[in-house]
């Protein structure tokens, strides 16, 4: 059986969590995606303000018709 000795230092604050490496490895992947995914949500935040902004200045066309696209 394989032992280790943590010093005190290293256990301050209550910090210090052991766990099996493929679930840290699972729960940085949530982690990644999750951040993937907030960005995603900033960028599409950021498109609808653009777009209301150039709404209200008229800056956008109104088709009456896929027709008026050529």
């Given at each position: 059986m394989t032992t280790?000795?943590?010093?005190?230092?290293?256990?301050?604050n209550d910090d210090l969590i052991i766990i099996p490496?493929?679930?840290y490895e699972f729960f940085l992947n949530i982690?990644?995606?999750?951040?993937?995914?907030?960005?995603?949500?900033k960028d599409i935040?950021?498109?609808i303000d653009v777009?209301?902004?150039e709404k209200k200045q008229g800056?956008?066309?109104?088709?009456?018709?896929?027709?008026?696209?050529?």
């Amino acid at each position: 059986m394989t032992t280790i000795t943590i010093p005190k230092n290293f256990i301050s604050n209550d910090d210090l969590i052991i766990i099996p490496r493929k679930q840290y490895e699972f729960f940085l992947n949530i982690g990644k995606q999750l951040n993937q995914r907030l960005s995603e949500e900033k960028d599409i935040d950021e498109a609808i303000d653009v777009y209301k902004k150039e709404k209200k200045q008229g800056k956008l066309k109104v088709l009456k018709s896929l027709a008026s696209l050529r």
